[in-house]
């Protein structure tokens, strides 16, 4: 179906398939010690400005993010994160099934507010009965948000200067990560995000490959025997290359980030059609994912010609769906969007 | 380098790959509702004669283990399993780590008998204090088991009647299943395999795929809301296409089999030319993994030379090693082998 | 200290302090096998008319949330409660180290609304990625809330309905019970709330016991193997008698009920003589907790004198703070309460 | 019923029943912040000779080792005990509930061998790919064991060394350690045990108490935010003056020590009395429990009489069972044993 329902609809950007086809019979050991995800990670490091970070290939976001919070925080704590993050909403409980509790606090435009955060962890240590509570042991943020909002540089020193002061880490959840670094309206760039962050990923399942995500550690935060923990978490994948190939593609020539760009492009050509179109917008971003509000009527028009996420009901009669470019939208793409809008 | 080590040091067979590159363009929905995941659904269940079972498709061997025993057995009950079986020896303890015990008997040649899970069963439940005891469950083989031996039609059949005796599942890992179903000496067929098992699952990842394994369930095994289930372990794939395509690649045309076959001849021809070479064997078997014992000095010689696993020691003096075969082993690595012993 | 800050802060009734110096040397078996535990299940069944419930005795009440919750549930559901509830706040994560997400919802004066329950559940289902979220799958309630307020017939009734329809147990954790049903402002019998609860738990260590909860399940509902699970869970108490006895005291001729209402009519004293003194109240309530507003200087004066509970801050120079009675408050406290006044 | 069968029949030894009842009406705050526990504390550690250690009380010996082995391993590691250890048989999976593995090594007369850990050890860290096992992380004995056996110094010397040789925990399941400190036949002093365990704990529940088990750290092993944990497991007493007060009057002029000697008293006499009678040992030991070979129609005449544990069968026609004194048994009792014998 023609779709713009969410950025991973299509396989692999051709050459991270390519790469796959390339390097399929070169024997190689499994468990993530090929030369590519060696390779990959060298080329992560670099492009993130973090020579000494340490890196680790996952395959999906859900995984890796209860895998990252269930192994930096002791079991008895929790981590915050804005009442609209994934981890809150739409993983299935994943975080609670390792023991965690999420401490949501009330999201702006998606995103986590360093002041919140601050009086949250204030109003929680004033309290004399907190050794009955979770002890908040983390902060989680996504960028882009699950509404294709970004923060800003300062928002993130804020945020990262609240967990300095708690001794907490900082983990950001990048599962969208190329379309926030490539939008036109950021100052975050990716070594100020590697400095700020304690953790993060960089998405690849959204961002042009079949699967994977590329965690990235502040050194010393890795944990110890953390092959061991992703094995128990049923998170290892035996043949590596998978990851590894994948990422080494994504990383060579910056690939990553210009494919991000087409996306961004793309939705910003969006944007105007459905502007000169007359739509209304429940939320416009900088990012690949832009929130349109249709009324019943029009809805009902468009659900068999084009693909699109409902997102919410907006009142009565309106309702908010999300259109998402991707590395793989093109202008045919927006011109047969053009002719259906 | 050059090497037997193992099952999973090549990418995936060529027809995987290509259906993977044909397929990568067309738009389909995530998380296992593309068109390529129900048409291999369909497959593998045509061909294990099971029209109404249900197929599930998931990333690895370790993750399919704990989330199919954690979702199959209640939170107090263990599982059963050979000492030697997989679960208990070498993936992290992921069963544990999801609550349940690993409730270990001993192996016979890396097999589960079904006279001693009996014996076990009646010493426990004549127990009187048995409710201050882990249940038992659930029993776990592994087929072809971590010793590359097989179970025959008749013992499947006393272990499925002991299990339906107890009213538990019969749970089988058939991570290398192709190589057990492809074997020259083996009675035990698709179809009997499906009537005997409650859940099993056909590897994808050493037989083949660059991952993937495809549980299969016995009607009315599989639990409700398993994709929530799925979800929550962190085991769902966005891009379920990866697992849906490749899959149906492999049973298309008797693909899965037909590879499977390969590694079966190759082993076979491997076991003449050590045994031509003087070589002792720890232990022969019918499927593509052969277990050889290696004077020290013959172990230090060859290391260099050709990739093989370390197993263990078995005396002072000598060490058993596996050579393993797979779909991806040619004549021309044979003869290499041949200069080299 | 002189305190009011809890109703924990004493031992036993004296009559439950009788009993177990009565049957002390009487020999008896362990794990609830004792003549004790049998009477107590049997009086408590009567005391709700519930003859046909099961009836289980535990220690303490995040024990016993944890445990109701974990072996009612399935491990991929979650519970709704109010966001005051003691196991969204108080218990340390207790719920979630079984691994289940608390849903919480707005409280309306530490109550759960039937209405707002019914429209998240709708929502939730009406939402078409459901099956990526966290399944409600029980209702929790406490009842007095930890605001000390009491849900009406009609509100219980409304919340039941909820649960029949989207065919969830409702739990009442009753960890104050007796407070409850001995209030002079409530229509909420005994029975009635045996026959609306799925499962509920009569509160003993905070109202005349050293320890121990009596959970009572509607007839088919307590979870096979629960005395396994309890083991399991490290809730198992080798001398059960020490619960049987203490709960076969409580409910000897209306004990339990007898000391319920001598808090209950403490607290009115208590509260006409906040009012006579001119204290602002922040919520009166018709049980055994009564919230009052204190002023900055008020509380300094206070502080050393009489025990209290620090609730939280309700403005710049004013806290909300908790005064509680029990069932060994005595005229004699509240004359000496007056005094400092 | 006239009773051997273990050492939890009774109620609390009469002084630990009086100390409930002379402190009942004293206001105390409660969760272990009353002025008994303190003392408690103080008391124990004097008893050990370990006056920097930590104390904390728990309830149960379930509860406690689950706890235990939680918080002070890492989630990915296991913990070796014997195969006969409580943790691995009668626990229910506690262990595993809170996903850890057991590694059973097999038991010597119930006891774990310093030199088949080190060479358990040894083969574990040998083996390439022990990233993906369970990494031991503490070894966990019981003392007396369960089958009322001691180690002697040098054998817990020797465990120690191993121990802080793989930098893990050494922790001693205590649940029966009075009859242990009191036999005839041990040259392991309180002290010496405090010094070569990282982590044990002071049996109540058997010996005196209603419950109740006094969990000495090492100093620095206590983890931090411990009390947190105890209420996330649901082992917190709200009134934990029922533990404070039991230990404080266990630990008050040697009541615990004393106690513990007569159920050694008690226990010798009974061995004679059963060698006099002519009576088969399966095992006689140093401690509170012997294990009798019976025939079973010996055994069906003594049934009805008195009660005993059947431990296991031995042969066709013989069946080993347990006898057991404790702090309540009585010249009275062997007496009336003597006349069914």
Tied chains: 1, 2, 3, 4.
């Excluded at 890196?55 to 925080?73: E, P």
């Excluded at 609240?162 to 900082?170: G, K, N």
């Excluded at 990012?287 to 699109?308: C, H, I, S, W």
Aim: charged share 20%.
């Amino acid at each position: 179906m023609f779709s713009f329902e969410c950025d991973y609809l299509q396989g692999a950007h051709p050459k991270v398939l390519e790469a796959l086809c390339e390097t399929n019979r070169i024997t190689q050991p499994g468990y993530g010690a090929d030369m590519w995800w060696a390779s990959a990670c060298q080329k992560i490091k670099a492009a993130f400005s973090a020579p000494d970070h340490d890196v680790y290939l996952l395959t999906g976001g859900t995984q890796t993010n209860a895998l990252i919070i269930d192994s930096l925080i002791r079991p008895y704590e929790g981590v915050i994160s804005a009442d609209t993050g994934h981890i809150n909403v739409h993983e299935a409980g994943a975080v609670e099934h390792t023991g965690h509790k999420v401490l949501a606090l009330p999201h702006h435009d998606g995103k986590l507010d360093a002041a919140d955060v601050k009086a949250y962890l204030e109003t929680f240590y004033a309290d004399g009965t907190w050794t009955h509570m979770v002890k908040p042991g983390m902060v989680y943020i996504s960028h882009p948000t699950e509404y294709g909002t970004l923060y800003t540089a300062d928002e993130l020193k804020a945020l990262s200067a609240v967990c300095q002061e708690y001794d907490m880490p900082l983990f950001l959840d990048g599962a969208r990560l190329g379309y926030g670094l490539a939008s036109n309206d950021t100052d975050v760039t990716p070594a100020l995000l590697a400095q700020l962050c304690d953790v993060f990923y960089v998405g690849g399942t959204k961002v042009g490959a079949l699967c994977g995500e590329a965690v990235v550690f502040r050194p010393g935060v890795m944990p110890a025997q953390f092959a061991t923990i992703v094995k128990q978490h049923g998170a290892m994948v035996a043949k590596g290359r998978l990851l590894g190939v994948q990422f080494d593609a994504l990383f060579t020539d910056g690939l990553y980030f210009e494919i991000s760009k087409n996306a961004i492009d793309m939705a910003q050509k969006m944007k105007d059609l459905f502007r000169r179109k007359g739509y209304a917008f429940f939320k416009e971003t900088a990012t690949n994912q832009q929130f349109v509000l249709l009324e019943d009527a029009q809805m009902a028009r468009l659900a068999p010609l084009v693909g699109f996420s409902v997102w919410e009901k907006a009142d009565e009669s309106h309702t908010v769906v999300r259109f998402a470019t991707s590395w793989a939208t093109s202008d045919e793409d927006l011109a047969k969007l053009e002719e259906i809008l």
